[in-house]
């Protein structure tokens, strides 16, 4: 299990970006889980039977619900797999606090543990009745529960004492693949650059949109790599207009872009405080600037660079 934090680190002056920061629990082990298929051979005259590795695929979904050292719940958390590419699963998790929610996007390995050691075993009661699982230990101390046969995360433990939370799997709808049947498309890797410029401000600031992942329905996971300060969302097109944007409806002309005069749409993306404001045009689908909300300024990204 990997705690991660969506945080944005202050690099070259860009500030702390006015995004929400959500703790989120990423079941690395359930998503790297894998089992193997003896299927055979199609040849009757042979008892030969060949390996088949299979792992998760996009459209999995686990939700864990959370109990507190008194052992009452509270809340949830679901990962579903939107998307992959040849090394990475793309995620969506969604954290539930009594009636408060949030959700994010995130990158994670398919085969990674995090430095993750097995320290015992645990008789856990879950939701396919008493087993015996490995537990393993992350260096943060969280622990995570594991069916050493199955490879799946029925539960774990994040934090200690009176601060304690046991999560426990009471959703899984597990997809799978074989291990060799999916291949990265060619927009994987491809790169949208941008300069930055604060009001009031002769700084320029670096940004990239990068295509990170293929995703179901034809859609794509997008990285907004903001001076090397990663948020990830999902998209309609690898140009990376965010697919939870909302048009305003309004429209503008955008003079001296990188292909002239250019008229655009205005879409929002909410924040818990402002907004990012992007200019998008619906005919190339390339966002021709963002505009991310600073307490001393905004600072506008335009297209510097097509791939």
């Given at each position: 299990m990997n705690v991660n934090k969506i945080m944005q680190k202050d690099r070259s002056g860009i500030g702390t970006i006015l995004i929400v920061v959500i703790v989120v629990v990423v079941l690395v082990a359930a998503a790297a889980a894998a089992y193997v298929v003896l299927s055979g051979n199609n040849d009757n005259s042979s008892d030969e039977a060949e390996e088949t590795t299979q792992i998760l695929a996009p459209g999995t979904v686990m939700k864990y619900d959370e109990f507190n050292a008194a052992g009452l719940k509270t809340g949830t958390i679901e990962m579903e797999i939107l998307g992959q590419n040849a090394d990475e699963y793309f995620l969506k998790v969604t954290v539930m606090t009594g009636m408060v929610g949030a959700y994010s996007y995130n990158l994670e390995p398919k085969d990674s543990s995090d430095g993750a050691t097995k320290t015992g075993t645990i008789q856990f009661d879950t939701i396919d009745g008493l087993k015996t699982l490995d537990v393993w230990t992350y260096p943060d101390g969280t622990k995570s529960y594991v069916d050493p046969e199955s490879g799946i995360e029925y539960g774990g433990q994040i934090g200690s004492g009176s601060n304690a939370s046991t999560l426990k799997l009471s959703v899984y709808s597990p997809v799978w693949q074989d291990e060799d049947a999916y291949t990265e498309s060619s927009n994987i890797g491809k790169t949208?650059?941008?300069?930055?410029?604060?009001?009031?401000?002769?700084?320029?600031?670096?940004?990239?949109?990068?295509?990170?992942?293929d995703c179901k329905n034809g859609q794509f996971g997008v990285m907004y790599d903001l001076n090397g300060s990663a948020l990830y969302f999902l998209s309609n097109n690898i140009q990376g207009l965010p697919t939870d944007t909302e048009n305003t409806g309004v429209t503008d002309t955008m003079t001296g872009t990188i292909d002239g005069d250019k008229a655009v749409q205005l879409w929002k993306y909410p924040l818990s405080v402002g907004e990012i404001t992007f200019c998008y045009d619906p005919a190339s689908h390339l966002v021709y600037r963002f505009v991310i909300p600073q307490s001393s300024g905004n600072i506008d990204f335009d297209l510097s660079k097509k791939p």
């Amino acid at each position: 299990m990997n705690v991660n934090k969506i945080m944005q680190k202050d690099r070259s002056g860009i500030g702390t970006i006015l995004i929400v920061v959500i703790v989120v629990v990423v079941l690395v082990a359930a998503a790297a889980a894998a089992y193997v298929v003896l299927s055979g051979n199609n040849d009757n005259s042979s008892d030969e039977a060949e390996e088949t590795t299979q792992i998760l695929a996009p459209g999995t979904v686990m939700k864990y619900d959370e109990f507190n050292a008194a052992g009452l719940k509270t809340g949830t958390i679901e990962m579903e797999i939107l998307g992959q590419n040849a090394d990475e699963y793309f995620l969506k998790v969604t954290v539930m606090t009594g009636m408060v929610g949030a959700y994010s996007y995130n990158l994670e390995p398919k085969d990674s543990s995090d430095g993750a050691t097995k320290t015992g075993t645990i008789q856990f009661d879950t939701i396919d009745g008493l087993k015996t699982l490995d537990v393993w230990t992350y260096p943060d101390g969280t622990k995570s529960y594991v069916d050493p046969e199955s490879g799946i995360e029925y539960g774990g433990q994040i934090g200690s004492g009176s601060n304690a939370s046991t999560l426990k799997l009471s959703v899984y709808s597990p997809v799978w693949q074989d291990e060799d049947a999916y291949t990265e498309s060619s927009n994987i890797g491809k790169t949208y650059e941008y300069v930055g410029t604060m009001t009031g401000s002769t700084n320029n600031y670096a940004a990239k949109i990068v295509c990170v992942a293929d995703c179901k329905n034809g859609q794509f996971g997008v990285m907004y790599d903001l001076n090397g300060s990663a948020l990830y969302f999902l998209s309609n097109n690898i140009q990376g207009l965010p697919t939870d944007t909302e048009n305003t409806g309004v429209t503008d002309t955008m003079t001296g872009t990188i292909d002239g005069d250019k008229a655009v749409q205005l879409w929002k993306y909410p924040l818990s405080v402002g907004e990012i404001t992007f200019c998008y045009d619906p005919a190339s689908h390339l966002v021709y600037r963002f505009v991310i909300p600073q307490s001393s300024g905004n600072i506008d990204f335009d297209l510097s660079k097509k791939p």
